[in-house]
């Protein structure tokens, strides 16, 4: 298994307070990436990082907010949570871009807004 | 609109027989393909992946195979077994940089013993 570690697995928090889950890498790679998957709609890209610093929107990223001050870790902040944002967050880390790219994906956490 | 789809959300088979899971996509940009498994309380795993500039790939009991022309690939096990039964993403991603992925809806697959 690739070095991915996600904290916390679970959280269960009320609307309108912010939420913070966290990245952890061993591998050094410089790409990391967070979904969310709900049912009906596979995994859907959030945000994603190329580097320190360096990070971009992805298809569903109104509502959230993202960090990476060090290769090893990607945050993902909810700055007020909603209840539509209640699905299981995955991060994935890829070692590139080029042709065979292949993303690894953390264990994940089931986030449930109240 | 979504761009990769996998229209059977669910697939029976017996164990021995071979499991066929289906995908679609829209986007002809896409040029680089992957199928993840899924079991309940864990992240997806890479199973298998091809480029478009190859129709077919195999790496033990699974093979993609790659119709570029109607934009549809599927993914063969065979025989299939028990512990195969999980649920299979379909992804791809375009050239550029990031190799940002656009996942299918998956398709749970139970094979039966």
């Known amino acids: 298994d690739a070095g991915i570690t996600q904290s916390p697995r679970h959280k269960v928090t009320e609307t309108g307070t912010p939420v913070t889950l966290r990245c952890h890498q061993t591998e050094n790679h410089r790409y990391m990436y967070w979904y969310r998957q709900d049912p009906g709609h596979g995994l859907r890209l959030i945000h994603y990082?190329?580097?320190?610093?360096?990070?971009d929107k992805g298809e569903v990223s109104d509502g959230y907010s993202v960090s990476r001050s060090k290769t090893e870790d990607f945050l993902l902040t909810l700055e007020s949570a909603t209840s539509s944002q209640t699905s299981v967050y995955f991060c994935?880390?890829?070692?590139?871009?080029?042709?065979?790219?292949?993303?690894?994906f953390g264990a994940g956490t089931r986030l449930s807004v109240l | 609109d979504q761009q990769v789809k996998q229209n059977s959300p669910s697939l029976s088979v017996q164990e021995g027989r071979i499991s066929i899971l289906n995908c679609d996509y829209t986007n002809s940009m896409f040029d680089y393909f992957l199928w993840y498994k899924k079991y309940p309380a864990e992240g997806p795993t890479f199973l298998i992946s091809i480029s478009s500039i190859k129709d077919k790939n195999e790496d033990g009991r699974f093979t993609v195979f790659l119709n570029k022309s109607a934009k549809h690939l599927s993914l063969h096990i065979v025989p299939s077994q028990p512990g195969d039964s999980a649920v299979y993403f379909c992804a791809a991603s375009p050239s550029g940089s990031a190799r940002q992925l656009t996942f299918g809806s998956g398709t749970q697959l139970t094979v039966l013993p």
């Open positions: 994935a880390i890829s070692e590139s871009s080029g042709p065979q790219n292949i993303q690894y």
């Open positions: 990082s190329y580097g320190v610093k360096d990070t």
